[in-house]
């Protein structure tokens, strides 16, 4: 027996140990940091709770723990994405979006449904619309995620390439039978299911990230 066959057994043997003393099925939601803000979005806040435990920040006092490494802002208008593009910090959730980049910590930008056209704003052929695209640009360079709550709300809805174990073997990849495996931040992943999705050309996605 090869050891990454080895390793893989012991670590399935471990997890339903700790499953079957711990209650390991029952999942916890995640936790997710979001910036609370003056612009309420009822539906969108409902969603975001609904889907994992929430932690509100508030942007005039920016608290938030230290070993914080993700933070959501939800409804995010044209003002905000064009600031933060720009490091103008003017409002207090400019100046927060600035202290998380600084301090290396990731955002996510839910647009509102009224600004979500800039995401588009390259199928648009006009000069004003370049412009916008250039301030979509440079915050994916900051490794600002940007997108609509229409997205956001499909990474927590039921889909063929889910996968909802604990534990991704190589079994689990051989028997997939499709191009996408997602996975939850908390799924641990074998060495050898690794293997066989590099052989099968099997793309294994984190639906956290």
């Given at each position: 027996m090869d050891n990454k066959r080895l390793i893989e057994e012991i670590v399935l043997e471990v997890l339903n140990k700790i499953s079957s003393s711990q209650e390991l099925q029952s999942e916890k939601k995640p936790l997710r940091y979001v910036v609370r803000t003056c612009e309420k979005d009822d539906r969108a806040l409902k969603e975001i709770e609904k889907h994992g435990s929430v932690r509100w920040i508030d942007v005039k006092e920016r608290e938030y723990p230290e070993n914080i490494d993700h933070v959501i802002f939800p409804s995010v208008n044209q003002d905000l994405l064009v600031k933060s593009a720009l490091g103008i910090t003017d409002t207090d959730e400019s100046q927060l979006f600035s202290d998380l980049m600084r301090q290396g910590i990731r955002v996510h930008f839910i647009l509102s449904k009224k600004d979500s056209w800039v995401l588009f704003a390259h199928e648009k052929n006009s000069p004003y619309a370049q412009m916008i695209e250039s301030y979509v640009k440079q915050l994916h360079s900051f490794g600002v995620k940007l997108t609509q709550w229409e997205e956001y709300e499909s990474d927590?809805?039921?889909?063929?390439?889910?996968?909802?174990?604990?534990?991704?073997?190589?079994k689990d990849v051989e028997d997939w039978g499709k191009p996408v495996i997602r996975v939850s931040s908390q799924t641990i992943i074998t060495p050898l299911a690794k293997d066989a999705a590099r052989e099968f050309n099997i793309s294994i996605e984190n639906k956290g990230s």
């Open positions: 927590f809805s039921s889909s063929p390439y889910t996968f909802s174990g604990k534990l991704l073997t190589q």
